[in-house]
Nanobody
Framework: VQLVESGGGLVQAGGSLRLSCAASGTIFSINAMGWYRQAPGKQRELVAAITSGGSTNYADTVKGRFTISRDNAKNTVYLQMNSLKPEDTAVYYC?????????WGQGYDYWGQGTQVTVSS
């Protein structure tokens, strides 16, 4: 199973970006998918997550500005980021939680390689 992210880049404060993350390989089901970020010198933190049923969870710092969505048929998760701030600058990582390759058996977590988001002031 591989997670491939796209959509990062450089944007001015107040601008928008849309991140995408597609999971590929032999996949039977994915529990939750989410986005984390890590700024230089800081720990990786949850930005937003969404379950297979559509329930969402956001970090307080992005509520009202970011929207996470998911296409279960495509095993793809999106993050629409609006009103970006310089403090949103970080490497953004996609996560797929409890990925099962068959109906029976254990699930595993997977991470994408990360995509850089830079917001200039």
């Amino acid at each position: 199973v591989q997670l491939v992210e796209s959509g990062g880049g450089l944007v001015q404060a107040g601008g928008s970006l849309r991140l995408s993350c597609a999971a590929s390989g032999t996949i039977f089901s994915i529990n939750a998918m989410g986005w984390y970020r890590q700024a230089p010198g800081k720990q990786r933190e949850l930005v937003a997550a969404i379950t297979s049923g559509g329930s969402t969870n956001y970090a307080d710092t992005v509520k009202g500005r970011f929207t996470i969505s998911r296409d279960n048929a495509k095993n793809t998760v999106y993050l629409q980021m609006n009103s970006l701030k310089p403090e949103d600058t970080a490497v953004y990582y996609c996560n797929a939680d409890w990925v099962k390759t068959a109906k029976w058996g254990q699930g595993y977590d997977y991470w994408g390689q990360g995509t850089q988001v830079t917001v200039s002031s």
